[in-house]
């Protein structure tokens, strides 16, 4: 019964937002698109699957219908705990921070936001702010106040294929020109630091709570397996989340463990993904979710995958060293 499921598109207009999503999607509305939900239990986004038999329920209904056959055995969440999205980045983004779960906790509605990113597209010289440069607290504070905060953020050049992991109290921004895949925890909770005059709400004071001026984040390098059919990729592993890389040269076959759900999400390239007498397209930017309790699939293709999930940590890293050794 249980399949890969495509979920509808829940798309955000954003005043940073652009049109970058037409290069790969016609199901757009109009306006400046900043961000689409692709894989959301967030109610003020719920998914809600596409194909097959249980086409027309959402993520949230799935969850609770079938809770161990869709997040499987090793999951203990009430919800689903993963949230995936595309960004579109026309302009610069708000420099802003997430909290951890425990200060999440202290105020009610809010959730802790860990994060990592998967460059698709990014303009020429365009850079991601990740991080402070040398300074105090009240340096940065006031910095903020007399629109000085360029001299202590850290800018970072970007390009196709990129990797970055943004814990939670790391001050970050997604700067123009940029597009990419986002995975991170089931939270919409933003602080924002500044946001260059367009007038929207910032929460500097819960932001300088939570700011960590000692983390930094560098270019994610990955380990490569290399395969006759395709190469796997591992780039973050943390207790919130696993982000590995497919790189898929003609096809990849895999099915429901049972312990865990996948992610996948094609960032690059297009294929066609099949199971039983069913296919779907998996085109660039789209995603699949991949029940515990999957049948056999088969994508074929020339493709990249980023995979996303929630790991047994352990578990990964002695497959990571059965690979070294």
């Known amino acids: 019964m249980f399949y890969p499921l495509k979920f509808d598109h829940k798309y955000v207009e954003k005043i940073w937002g652009g049109r970058k999503f037409e290069n790969f999607r016609e199901d757009l509305p109009d306006g400046p698109i900043g961000e689409s939900w692709d894989i959301s239990a967030q109610e003020s986004g719920m998914s809600v699957a596409q194909n097959g038999k249980l086409a027309g329920k959402s993520l949230k209904e799935l969850t609770e219908m079938y809770p161990q056959q869709i997040l499987g055995k090793d999951i203990e969440a009430d919800e689903f705990p993963l949230l995936l999205k595309i960004i579109d980045a026309q302009s610069q983004l708000s420099i802003q921070v997430h909290p951890d779960d425990q200060y999440a906790a202290k105020n009610p509605g809010e959730a802790g936001k860990t994060e990592a990113w998967y460059v698709i597209d990014a303009d020429e010289d365009s850079h991601l702010i990740i991080g402070t440069e040398d300074c105090s607290e009240s340096e940065f504070k ?120 996948n992610i996948l999400t094609a960032v690059e390239g297009a294929g066609k993904l099949r199971w039983d007498d069913q296919e779907v397209e998996l085109k660039e930017t789209e995603s699949v979710l991949i029940p515990a309790y999957s049948e056999e699939f088969e994508i074929k293709g020339e493709l990249k995958l980023m995979k996303s999930y929630v790991p047994d940590i352990e578990e990964n890293r002695q497959q990571i060293l059965s690979v070294i050794e």
């Open 142 to 261: 006031k910095a903020v106040k007399n629109d000085q905060i360029n001299q202590y953020v850290k800018k970072v050049r970007v390009e196709r294929g990129d990797v970055f992991f943004i814990k939670a109290g790391l001050l970050h921004a997604i700067g123009a020109g940029i597009m990419l895949a986002e995975v991170q925890q089931s939270s919409d909770t933003t602080y924002r630091v500044y946001d260059y005059g367009r007038g929207r709400e910032l929460h500097l004071s819960k932001a300088l709570d939570v700011i960590d001026f000692k983390l930094q984040s560098k270019k994610r390098k990955g380990l490569r397996v290399c395969g006759d059919e395709y190469d796997y990729s591992y780039f973050c592993l943390n207790d919130k989340f696993a982000l590995d890389i497919i790189n898929i040269k003609e096809s990849y076959r895999s099915q429901g463990d049972q312990q865990r759900f």
